[in-house]
């Protein structure tokens, strides 16, 4: 849920990186935190396991200015993607407002691509939101492995797999050097901001 | 989905009552946040300094663990979340479905006495916030 402050004008929008364990998630705001350092006024918050994998939720406050008067504060969430923290995937997935999908593009991941998007369908259900409604941009992570010789599904299979009843934005990505992950981070703020303007005015 | 709007009345008028029940017994700092993380309004004695936002993320995710706790051991709530340090404590409150008072305050204030002044600021903004 967004939240608007009419006395200080800002408006508070959530976020949130979803996707199969080690997609990718926590790097694309790791990467947001150093290229945009400017924006982003306090640090980010990891809650991990020793092992380094989110345990519970990466949080990063992004300012993106102001827009019609109004400040704009992005609140940037990450779930744990690993398969057994499904509650938790739940609990931050209260009040969002736009969500990301970040996919491994590596072969040996298509299926769990693919059940982690069936699972979010299912939990936003339990929010009474739908997947089909809500501002959703794809990312397709790990593009850069192709020259490294992994094996990385093309972009028509993912599309296919994730996307073809969804028909949403896109977009191939390297989270790692940071290959359209301002692209992606960018779609999403734009769509979102227009979905909350309309459910507003 | 309901979106969050609340006025500059209503806000001043919560501020008010943050003021005068928490503020003034020597509370450092009040937060009102939304489950979601979402901060509604922030009140300090004018010399701490916390990183509100993030604040309001880690609270919110703390509050939902453990209210998801709680149902698992067969609770509707745990009606008192209170985590006591060496010079800080922080004590959660729930005012509605939606919303939470966070409350940070020093040494010198008893819990009995903090949570006797929180209830009636609840009643104040739960009163206040029927009438939105």
């Keep these: 849920m967004s939240f608007i402050n009419l006395r200080e004008k800002i408006v508070q929008v959530k976020v949130v990186y979803y996707g199969p364990g080690r997609g990718g998630k926590t790097s694309n705001l790791e990467y947001i935190n150093r290229k945009f350092s400017k924006q982003i006024q306090s640090e980010m918050v990891s809650l991990k396991t020793h092992g380094d994998r989110t345990l519970f939720f990466d949080f990063l406050p992004f300012d993106m200015g102001k827009i019609k008067g109004y400040e704009l504060k992005i609140q940037l969430y990450t779930v744990p993607g690993q398969v057994k923290y499904n509650a938790t995937r739940k609990l931050v997935l209260k009040g969002v407002d736009g969500l990301v999908f970040v996919a491994d593009a590596q072969e040996a991941m298509r299926e769990k691509n693919i059940r982690s998007l069936n699972q979010l369908h299912e939990n936003l259900k339990g929010y009474k939101e739908s997947i089909f409604k809500i501002p959703l941009v794809i990312q397709y992570n790990k593009v850069d492995l192709r020259n490294q010789g992994i094996p990385v599904l093309p972009t028509a299979v993912l599309e296919k797999d994730l996307n073809s009843k969804l028909k949403v934005p896109s977009f191939e990505a390297s989270a790692l050097t940071g290959y359209n992950v301002p692209e992606t981070l960018k779609k999403i703020i734009s769509s979102t901001v227009v979905s909350v303007q309309k459910k507003l005015l | ?132």
């Excluded at chain 2, 006025?7 to 503020?23: G, N, P, T």
């Excluded at chain 2, 009040?30 to 979601?36: G, L």
């Excluded at chain 2, 509707?76 to 729930?94: M, P, V, Y």
């Design chain 2, 1 to 132: 989905m309901n979106y969050g709007v609340v006025s500059q009345e209503q806000l001043e008028k919560i501020d008010e009552i943050l003021s005068e029940q928490l503020i003034k017994i020597g509370v450092d700092c009040v937060i009102i946040i939304d489950m979601a993380g979402n901060i509604i309004t922030a009140k300090d004695n004018g010399t701490s300094k916390y990183d509100v936002y993030s604040f309001a993320a880690l609270a919110a995710g703390n509050f939902a663990t453990v209210d998801a706790m709680a149902k698992l051991v067969g609770e509707q709530e745990f009606s008192l979340l209170f985590h006591k340090g060496t010079d800080c404590n922080i004590h959660f409150s729930k005012i509605d479905e939606e919303l939470l008072l966070i409350t940070m305050f020093g040494k010198h204030i008893s819990l009995g006495f903090l949570r006797l002044n929180v209830v009636k600021a609840l009643e104040q903004i739960r009163k206040l916030w029927a009438g939105k």
